[in-house]
């Protein structure tokens, strides 16, 4: 999925962000690479999402605490919280899209 897309699961009603979109909001590509390789690739916007798959488990970046994410190799308080600004910046994003529709 490219990073600008945003889905809509009709069955759940919700908003799906590819993790690759943080980039747009100042995240590094590295960075998203350690995000992914601890299981985290999706934004989920107005909900947890966390879909099981019979390999992996993956997990919505938004619903991971401060601290879990500071358990990332390599990612400190200021990473960890620029993250989040991301994140939060992907909301206003889709929240005001939605208001278009």
Same mark, same amino acid.
């Given at each position: 999925?490219?990073?600008?897309?945003? /889905?809509?699961?009709?069955?759940?009603?919700?908003? %799906?962000?590819? %993790?690759?979109? %943080?980039?747009?909001?100042?995240?590094?590509?590295?960075?998203?690479?350690? @995000?992914? +390789?601890?299981?985290?690739?999706?934004? +989920?916007?107005?909900?947890? @999402? %966390?879909? /099981?798959?019979?390999?992996?488990?993956?997990?919505?970046?938004?619903?991971?605490?401060?601290?879990? @994410? @500071?358990?990332?190799?390599? !990612?400190?308080?200021?990473?960890?919280?620029?993250?989040?600004?991301?994140?939060?910046?992907?909301?206003? /994003?889709? !929240?005001?899209? /939605?208001?278009? !529709?």
């Amino acid at each position: 999925m490219p990073a600008s897309t945003i /889905s809509e699961d009709h069955e759940d009603e919700e908003f %799906i962000i590819d %993790i690759d979109g %943080i980039q747009a909001h100042g995240v590094g590509a590295a960075d998203i690479t350690k @995000l992914k +390789a601890n299981g985290y690739y999706t934004v +989920a916007v107005r909900t947890v @999402l %966390i879909v /099981s798959d019979s390999s992996h488990s993956r997990q919505s970046v938004h619903a991971a605490t401060r601290r879990t @994410l @500071l358990k990332i190799k390599g !990612f400190s308080e200021v990473k960890v919280e620029k993250v989040k600004e991301a994140i939060a910046k992907c909301q206003v /994003s889709v !929240f005001q899209m /939605s208001k278009i !529709f």
